[in-house]
């Protein structure tokens, strides 16, 4: 609830900041407002479940874990972005302001207990997100994949629209107690078909917000096309925002009726993991190859709603954290080395521009290399136990082919996550020494260690839950 | 607190090794790994086989996961222990004529594998096992894909994808069986073994197991990424995967598969023992036409670790016993080859047969070490490949005679491919190759010696280890029986 409040407020302060001489400023005012909102997000920590705004926003430590992660990552990624400063088009101040209120947005998702703040949260998030993904005015690349991502996010905000209006007209309420009320008092043996198409249009929009395929098209190219800054954004924030919204979708309205949508939701799953894994091994770039990834890593997420057990819940906090840890590393390590490589003037993104890193910067190839790991589900790092608590949560569930299906899939995933490894550590490669500043530096190096305490210690989130 | 020592003690000397530098990584590697020995054998003289599981220890580390950090050592974990701790050092003095590059990073990961597998062989708690029997993938994934030969890159990809594959269908096993046990779920081996499971069941699991242990080990016809692992991967890291790694696969068999799903061995039992015995005669046959000596061990060993799979699913006294002694054997003898190989390899730069010849006529220690270690693995009498060889070819009679007959073609083979690797090498004339060959120097026999003691000390007694072995085996084929 604080966050919201403050972040709102802080936004404009930072778009203020802008018309300030000095652009230097912004870097650490919004890391500051960051740290700030984080702080604050704690206050109602172990308060239970309060209600604001007319019982529309829920608050309970649920989702103000999701929220942390939320602004965890977005602080990392604030930090990693350098200040805009190396181009002289950039607009620093409407970025950082458009981030912090694309938080608003993201935390408004994960709370919401209204259909009305599910519309606006993914609205003000979504909007937020197509300004920032055509940010590089004068990339050609940047424009289209701003374009391309306005346009099927208007389309996927209609099918949302219309699927809330069927649950309005089956159910006469906005509210998801009362819609699970509905839900749960079907009489047996008729069917609430409006409910049904509701709901089914509702999960369309939102599995095209968090890449599921077959919604998944405009992901490579957007996620390719952005800014990687912004990328990284899209890749962690707004998946975490997504999942955490259809889980208390699923999880609060409709986990009577799960007979009825379980089904889609596994069938989905396991297309995202196929298009998602096996769309990353033919990528040469590994900006792309981390877009599909973030398809798959969707994918996985997508079994634990499927399973909807008690576990799921921690499920998928563990591994959205996990996740985004890993995938922050990753970008923040592209970040820097393709800036050192160029092709045709763009920054290089393809897997040779991460030759010989290991040698002279064996700091940046074990980051990278952790983060890989990481995302390859290997033990010992965090992501290992997000696919674990994943799996578990199948089980309990008694789902075991989806799961023996996800393994198969997990191995493919080997195969494209080894290739950065042994690009930076096994082949060879002219890069030299990259400078990284200290503060860069500690995230790489806060993200990496998180990956790993996790790795060794994953009950240290549990008593934490 | 013992096991925990000893599970510790080595990554500690693993990251001691990784921060004195390159120059002192050598001997500070080898101190480690001796000292690992010591424990183990303070162990052992403490051990009492008859008393079941010992030097346990037992945190919660993943409440609801239903995961503890949990090991002991029985029997079983007892000898493969020792096995671990007694050729981690030999095969840490073998790297020292080698100069690695950063070599500080090479002995560390050494020491690493070597806390993981013995983590795999003490794991008292499933989930922990599986968590071990992966970490022990990355070290050795790195030694061979950083330090190996010139394919290196494709192959260990493919070796690192091809176990990971196995593995994550025992992971779905695992976290099945978890949801079985009663009342708040447990996932000690132990309530594993109490589950009642329906035959179909026990069929998928059967097969989830067998898929992941086959591919460790490996058997026929699983075993396609090991031959170029083996010739790729550096001399020591070749060690490694054959002297101890493999060993996880046929320990998994007889910790797991044996106990947890007897109705699914009823029922496809024959068939993995038709597998292993194809893979005896596969492998010989393969071994025999190999030239390059390197990979001819690498199908010997593929042969040997098929006939202590077909020991196991004999699920016999004599079967299991045979394994036992067989992994012991096995390992001794096949550290033993690759270092002789590597030393041939270092002093002549090749490997293949057609190439060598009369290096006996300059080196007469290294000809009879060369020799002792031959015959150990030939399994005459009164060397260490023998006993087990015994006991393993008996169980598989028993089960079937035909198999039986089958799988003692082995012994042929095996001399014809063995004696023919030492006939082309060590005799003959002197081939341009090998002018100026020398013989073994001090710190070679230092690694040899020990050997070959143990070559004898199995050979001639071996009671010492199957009396350590003995209970936990029967106890575990009682399981078996009810």
Redesign the interface.
């Known amino acids: 609830m604080y966050p919201i409040i403050l972040l709102s407020f802080l936004g404009v302060v930072t778009l203020f900041l802008g018309f300030s001489k000095s652009k230097n400023i912004l870097l650490p005012a919004t890391l500051l407002f960051l740290i700030i909102a984080l702080a604050s997000n704690f206050i109602e920590w172990n308060k239970g479940p309060l209600l604001y705004f007319y019982d529309m926003l829920r608050v309970d430590n649920v989702t103000l874990a999701f929220n942390g992660i939320i602004l965890l990552s977005a602080f990392m990624i604030v930090a990693i972005s350098g200040g805009f400063q190396d181009n002289a088009d950039s607009e620093p101040a409407e970025y950082y302001g458009l981030m912090l209120f694309s938080l608003v947005g993201a935390i408004m998702m994960v709370g919401f207990e209204h259909l009305i703040m599910l519309f606006i949260g993914v609205e003000i998030l979504s909007v937020a997100m197509y300004i920032l993904t055509g940010s590089n005015k004068r990339n050609l690349r940047s424009n289209e994949a701003a374009l391309k991502y306005f346009l099927m996010g208007a389309f996927a905000t209609g099918f949302m629209l219309f699927g809330m209006t069927l649950l309005y007209g089956a159910t006469g309420s906005f509210k998801l107690a009362q819609i699970q009320g509905f839900a749960s008092n079907i009489p047996a043996g008729t069917q609430s078909y409006i409910l049904y198409a509701g709901l089914l249009l509702l999960l369309i929009g939102m599995l095209f917000k968090v890449s599921a395929a077959p919604f998944h098209f405009w992901t490579p190219d957007v996620y390719e096309g952005a800014p990687t800054i912004f990328t990284t954004f899209m890749s962690t924030v707004v998946k975490t925002a997504g999942f955490a919204a259809l889980f208390r979708l699923l999880s609060s309205s409709f986990s009577n009726i799960y007979g009825f949508w379980w089904i889609v939701i596994a069938a989905i799953a396991v297309l995202t993991l196929l298009v998602g894994n096996i769309g990353a091994t033919s990528q040469n770039s590994f900006k792309r190859m981390l877009a599909y990834s973030g398809i798959s890593h969707a994918g996985y997420l997508l079994i634990a709603l499927t399973a909807l057990t008690k576990?799921s819940q921690?499920a998928i906090i563990f591994y959205s954290l996990a996740y985004s840890l890993s995938t922050i590393s990753a970008f923040g390590v592209l970040m820097l080395v393709s800036k050192e490589k160029t092709i045709e003037g763009q920054p290089n993104e393809r897997y040779e521009a991460f030759n010989g890193l290991a040698k002279q910067n064996p700091l940046l190839a074990f980051v990278l290399a952790v983060s890989m790991?990481s995302l390859a589900g290997?033990?010992?790092t965090a992501g290992?136990?997000g696919k674990?608590?994943i799996?578990?949560s199948a089980?309990?569930r008694g789902i075991?082919w989806i799961?023996?299906i996800a393994?198969?899939m997990?191995?493919v995933g080997?195969?494209y996550y080894?290739r950065v490894i042994?690009s930076s550590?096994?082949?060879e490669g002219d890069l030299i020494k990259i400078r990284v500043a200290p503060f860069y530096q500690v995230i790489l190096v806060l993200a990496t260690f998180l990956t790993i305490l996790f790795g060794l210690?994953?009950?240290i989130f549990?008593g934490f839950m | 607190m013992l096991t925990l020592l000893l599970i510790l003690l080595p990554i500690a000397a693993g990251v001691i090794t990784l921060l004195s530098g390159d120059r002192l990584a050598k001997q500070v590697a080898l101190l480690g790994g001796l000292v690992s020995l010591g424990v183990a054998v303070t162990a052992w003289m403490q051990f009492d086989p008859a008393a079941g599981s010992q030097f346990g220890f037992k945190y919660a580390w993943v409440a609801s996961g239903g995961i503890s950090f949990a090991a002991g050592i029985d029997g079983i974990s007892m000898v493969l222990v020792l096995l671990t701790t007694f050729l981690t050092p030999l095969i840490i003095l073998s790297a020292f004529k080698h100069e690695y590059k950063n070599s500080a990073t090479f002995y560390s990961l050494i020491l690493f594998m070597e806390s993981a597998l013995i983590g795999v062989f003490t794991a008292t708690d499933a989930f922990l096992f599986y968590l071990f029997f992966e970490a022990a993938l990355i070290p050795v994934y790195f030694l061979a894909a950083v330090w190996g030969g010139e394919n290196r890159l494709k192959v260990t990809l493919k070796f690192f994808i091809y176990t990971i594959f196995g593995s994550l269908f025992m992971m779905v096993a695992l976290v099945y069986l978890y949801y079985q046990t009663p009342g708040t779920h447990s996932s000690e081996i132990t309530a594993f073994y109490q589950l009642q499971l329906s035959p179909m069941v026990q069929g998928f699991i059967f097969w989830a197991f067998f898929i992941a242990f086959a591919i460790k080990m490996p058997l026929f016809p699983f075993h396609t990424w090991q031959p170029d692992t083996y010739t790729e991967s550096p001399t020591p890291a070749t060690m490694l995967l054959s002297g101890i790694m493999l060993k996880m696969g046929v320990y998994g068999l007889i910790r797991f598969l044996l106990p947890i799903v007897p109705e699914g061995m009823e029922t496809w039992g024959m068939m993995a023992m038709i597998l292993s015995v194809i893979g005896i005669i596969y492998g010989s046959i393969i071994a025999i036409q190999q030239s390059d000596m390197k990979r001819l061990i690498a199908y010997s060993s593929f042969a040997h670790v098929g006939l202590m799979a077909a020991g196991v699913f004999s699920s016999s006294l004599n079967g299991l016993q045979g394994a036992l002694i067989q992994m012991l054997a096995h390992g001794i003898n096949v550290i033993g080859l690759f270092f002789i190989i590597d030393i041939i390899y270092s002093r002549t730069k090749t490997r293949y047969l057609d190439q060598l010849g009369g290096i006996s006529q300059s080196t007469p220690h290294l000809s009879v070490y060369f020799m002792v270690l031959l015959l150990g693995s030939v399994a005459l009498p009164l060397t260490n490949g023998f006993v087990g060889e015994f006991l393993l070819l008996s169980s598989v009679f028993q089960y079937d005679g035909w198999l039986g007959a089958i799988a003692g073609l082995t012994i042929i083979l095996g001399s014809v491919y063995m004696l023919r690797l030492f006939q082309k090498s060590m005799f003959g004339p002197k081939s341009k190759w090998v002018e100026g060959f020398q013989d073994l120097t001090a710190s070679e026999r230092a690694v040899l010696l020990p050997l070959i003691i143990m070559v004898f000390w199995i050979g001639i007694y071996p009671s010492t280890f199957l009396k350590l072995t003995e209970p936990a085996v029967s106890q575990l084929l009682q399981l078996v029986n009810n």
């Open positions: 576990p921690n790991l290997i033990p010992l290992f136990w674990f608590f799996f578990t089980a309990e075991i799961t023996v393994v198969l997990s191995t080997i195969y080894f042994i550590y096994l082949k210690a994953p009950g549990e």
